[in-house]
């Protein structure tokens, strides 16, 4: 079982940049697909982008396409969201997710592990 631990959120200006990071314990991370979803308050948990179990293959919603780019490290067993261009309507918190198997899933059930969520709040 695999243990899942993000950091790098906090609070910027609209415009401005954030580097998030998922450290994963427990498990063999090159056997997991890794997500990045995010939840804003009022809202259903949604996909940001997700990455194949080789690195080689990325999805990105539709909402953050050319701004946020997601990259996976074996040797450090993170993963990472860089997020630019950062909009107040990306407010929420951020959670990182794996996925048993090969396929790259979009819908959170598909997830079989989560972090605790990290915030990101873009002011306007």
């Known amino acids: 079982q695999v243990q899942l631990v993000e950091s790098g959120g906090g609070l910027v200006q609209a415009g401005g940049s954030l580097r998030l990071s998922c450290a994963a314990s427990?498990?063999?991370?090159?056997?997991?697909?890794m997500g990045w979803f995010r939840q804003a308050p009022g809202k259903e948990r949604e996909i940001v982008a997700a990455i194949s179990r080789s690195g080689g293959s990325t999805y990105y919603a539709d909402s953050v396409k050319g701004r946020f780019t997601i990259s996976r490290d074996s040797a450090k067993n993170t993963v990472t969201l860089q997020m630019n261009s950062l909009k107040p309507e990306d407010t929420a918190v951020y959670y990182c997710?794996?996925?048993?198997?090969?396929?790259?899933?979009?819908?959170?059930?598909?997830?079989?592990?989560w972090g605790q969520g990290t915030q990101v709040t873009v002011s306007s």
């Open positions: 997710a794996a996925k048993n198997g090969v396929a790259v899933a979009t819908t959170s059930s598909r997830y079989d592990y």
């Open positions: 427990g498990g063999t991370f090159s056997a997991y697909v």
